[in-house]
């Protein structure tokens, strides 16, 4: 592998700040939900140019992801495949809050719940195709927090 | 969905300041070993109100997650579901360090090395039910390092 | 589990800066490369002591993970067991950008996009067995971007 340095290559002598918040997402079932715009909309209104956003899911049975925000069937395959590599059908000790329960949790720990993505030249440094997910694995309805994170300047 | 702004939403003004430890788990064998008050100690004691908390395990057969910290029997439903995706038994070309070691590798990549926790009002940002736990993907007894880094004021 | 303060053990007093560039990396196929020494050829020469790194990967069917540096043979059980997880021939919705993108997107979401790992006396904080890795789940070469973002001092 060859690496160049990008022509934005930059050290950055502002003095940093932080701010924080938490989004209420209202999930309406299972699937991936994307909130690339709210999230977005959250950090333009802090007014730095370059920095870090950190977000956290406070959830065992919701977890966050990055994935393609173009064609709408990949996110189908991603929640069969899910369902595939933590089924309700397999046995579980921990069954007493419904047979969807612990395969979510399955599913949490295997997407995770931190994800930290770069503020670059005003911009969440999201590739073309990346867009910000939360992966509802419960059947029912839900609400769910998550809390942003913003370091820079 | 629809989203709301949390009304702690806030811009935080001070001073950023950092500071960072290391903890050594000793872990008894395989599981998930909570660490979660150890973790909250460390943070209280920098008597910071907001900022970011970063975990990082220094292994590649040991990982980091947040699961459910009420029922027990999650934690065992974890560990069998990890043993079910990374079976000792498959063929593996690595495999001088044992059969649990290849497993161990593959069990570190799925759960991860890393987390982030945002610190709002003095407090880390976990939800009611979410716990911090160093997973031991290894048979044998071993020491454990993680990494804290916190940024904040 | 017991635990207990490393001597490094230390608050950070000199004000915070941020330094952050985009590493374009050309990978030749499918498989797990290595850049560590890239990465921490650029966080040396940003010239602090301890701080925070941040990786994100800027695309759907490559990703980031930490594992062993040092057996050969363990990137190729690691990129063999993703192919058994997420296999080409089950049946996918989203086909029409060739056998292999589904898959991708579905071991992208496995390994994840995003790292942090602390700074600690001048030197990333791996452990010794651990390397940053490039994870490329597409056939053909690519050019990837990695966008490295750095807080301290």
Known sequence: MSQALHPA????????RQ????????TPGPGLHEFTR?????????GMDSGLLTLFCRHT????????NAAREVRGDIVRWLDRLA???????????GPDDMP??????LTG??????????????GTWQGIYLCEHRRMAHRRQIVLHLVGA
């Open 19 to 26: 701010a924080s918040t938490t989004l209420t997402l209202h």
């Open 38 to 46: 709210e999230t977005a909309q959250w950090v333009a209104a802090q």
């Open 104 to 109: 979510a949790h399955l599913k949490s720990i």
């Open 61 to 68: 049975s919701a977890s966050l992801c990055i994935q393609e």
């Open 113 to 126: 719940v931190s994800l930290s993505i770069p503020l670059l030249g005003g911009q969440l440094a999201l």
């Open 9 to 16: 290559d930059a050290a950055h002598a502002a003095p940093l």
């Open 87 to 97: 089924p309700e059908s397999a046995a579980y000790a921990h069954d007493d809050e």
